[in-house]
């Protein structure tokens, strides 16, 4: 198992976040310098730059049909044709920073999260607010959405995992073992489970009913983002201290540790097709590799 790094692109300020297009060619990445930059792939080439945010962009995402989608630490939603850089669509909602969001396969539906302790639903093709989602008592800092679009998870400051289900709008399960911020949720996309990523150095694994099943821990380090391999096969954490980890859920061995960033990876994000991964940093870049399992 090995990565090979493709590509390496630069912000003015910490990246957070990045979003491969649906046909792969490009990739957005989202920064604390208020804008999104578009890239080719594989060649590198800067091809756009989505200003308009009034302050860091936490979130992007391609949208099936060729829209972006970002939020931000302004407490906006914001979608754009593209990266031609107009936008169409503001929604608002969030009463301080939105810190986190997370897109429904179908892009139908997202999830966003906030340090005014609630999470949002919102729905993309009307533009608008959904309802908001009451339970944490503290900071929201990261949520996920089920492959089927049936389930959310959120974490935060309160050191709980919340698991919503998105029909009823309704919290059926609060989630407890880390003992500092939870701060990367994902669900695989076999919808069998659900990792959490703690500052407490742990990776933690549950069914994604939410039923505990193992808990991967680092004694020197700190988990700051999470996510599965496309065939579930792996679980990767992105630490404080810039490495990737690759995990193997089944056994529960550390199958590789990668020096990635010169700190804290922020976000973990695979391309529709699971052989290339972004990773996202305090370092103000964005480095694409090639996942090879072997």
Not at 92 to 105: I, P
Not at 115 to 141: C, M, P
Not at 202 to 208: A, D, F, R
């Amino acid at each position: 198992m090995r990565f090979e790094k493709l590509n390496s692109f630069t912000h003015g300020n910490s990246v957070y976040s990045a979003g491969f297009s649906p046909k792969n060619d490009r990739i957005a990445t989202a920064s604390l310098d208020n804008t999104v930059k578009i890239w080719s792939l594989p060649a590198g080439e800067h091809i756009g730059t989505l200003k308009g945010h009034g302050d860091g962009v936490s979130f992007v995402a391609w949208l099936p049909d060729g829209r972006i989608c970002t939020a931000s630490l302004d407490r906006s939603i914001r979608l754009w044709l593209g990266e031609g850089g107009a936008f169409t669509t503001t929604m608002t909602g969030h009463q301080d920073y939105l810190t986190c969001a997370a897109l429904a396969k179908n892009g139908g539906m997202l999830v966003t999260g906030s340090f005014d302790k609630t999470v949002r639903l919102w729905d993309i093709t009307a533009g608008t607010s959904i309802t908001a989602l009451n339970g944490h008592t503290a900071q929201v800092q990261c949520v996920a959405v089920s492959p089927d679009g049936k389930l959310a998870a959120s974490g935060g400051d309160d050191l709980t995992l919340r698991l919503w289900n998105l029909e009823t709008k309704e919290s059926f399960k609060v989630l407890t073992g880390h003992t500092r911020t939870i701060e990367g949720v994902a669900f695989s996309p076999n919808e069998r489970w659900l990792a959490s990523a703690g500052a407490d150095g742990s990776l933690k694994l549950w069914t994604s009913n939410g039923d505990p099943l193992k808990s991967f821990d680092v004694e020197d380090d700190r988990y700051k983002s999470v996510t599965f391999s496309a065939d579930s096969r792996w679980l990767i954490g992105g630490t404080m201290s810039g490495e990737l980890h690759v995990w193997n859920p089944y056994t529960g061995e550390r199958a590789l540790t990668q020096a990635g960033h010169k700190n804290v990876v922020y976000g973990l994000a695979f391309d529709t097709d699971g052989t290339l991964l972004a990773s996202s940093g305090y370092d103000r870049t964005v480095h694409v590799w090639k996942f090879i399992p072997e």
